[in-house]
Nanobody, 123 residues
Framework: QVQLVESGGGLVQAGGSLRLSCAAS????????MGWFRQVPGKTREFVAA???????HHANSVKGRFTISRDTAKNMVYLQMNSLKPEDTAVYYC?????????????????WGQGTQVTVSS
């Protein structure tokens, strides 16, 4: 079992930056691949970025070059650095974990989720 708690969301103007953090507790953090997803009311939760246990990453095309996922295994933390934010990035952002060495872009592969943190980008 893994418990995840996100933080760092808020209100920012377009072009600004935010860094989301996800604190993990429970079983051995390094055994898990981690992901960030986001969801707008009425829409499907969509993949944003993922990182595997050795630090290989994958980012959705919509955020590539602007967002960066990273992890600090010693601190049991995962981060999402978000730069050049756009109004369309407004969503609730969720941290997720699944046991295994490879990252996944599919939300159904992740059994563990945080409660989400709101990101609002004003134009």
């Amino acid at each position: 079992q893994v418990q995840l708690v996100e933080s760092g969301g808020g209100l920012v103007q377009a072009g600004g930056s935010l860094r989301l953090s996800c604190a993990a507790s429970g079983r051995t953090f390094s055994d898990y691949a981690m992901g960030w997803f986001r969801q707008v009311p009425g829409k499907t939760r969509e993949f944003v970025a993922a990182i595997n246990w050795i630090g290989n990453t994958h980012h959705a095309n919509s955020v590539k070059g602007r967002f960066t996922i990273s992890r600090d295994t010693a601190k049991n933390m995962v981060y999402l650095q978000m730069n050049s934010l756009k109004p369309e990035d407004t969503a609730v952002y969720y941290c997720a974990a699944h046991w295994g060495s490879n990252w996944s872009i599919f939300r159904n592969d992740y059994p563990y989720w945080g409660q989400g943190t709101q990101v609002t980008v004003s134009s």
